[in-house]
């Protein structure tokens, strides 16, 4: 997903640790990442391409910490 969104993948763990991105695990431990996820992360996305200074680092302040569908 990180290069789908041209993300680090850094991002994407930090994120989901903060509890900000969801991601179920393969039996293997990769991570699988579900639509709503895919859909949080493409907003996200956009915001920061509309010209938004949005950090991939370790604060997300564009981010509520509620669940990426609410």
């Not at 290069?3 to 640790?17: H, K, S």
Request: proline share 10%.
């Amino acid at each position: 997903m990180a290069e789908r969104f041209g993300v680090p993948a850094t991002a994407l763990r930090f994120y989901e640790e903060a509890g900000l991105l969801p991601a179920d695990r393969t039996p293997s431990g990769c991570r699988v990442y579900g639509e709503e996820a895919v859909e949080h992360l493409a907003k996200c996305v956009r915001r920061r391409g509309a010209g938004r200074r949005i950090p991939w680092g370790p604060v997300p302040l564009f981010v509520s910490r509620r669940s990426p569908g609410g």
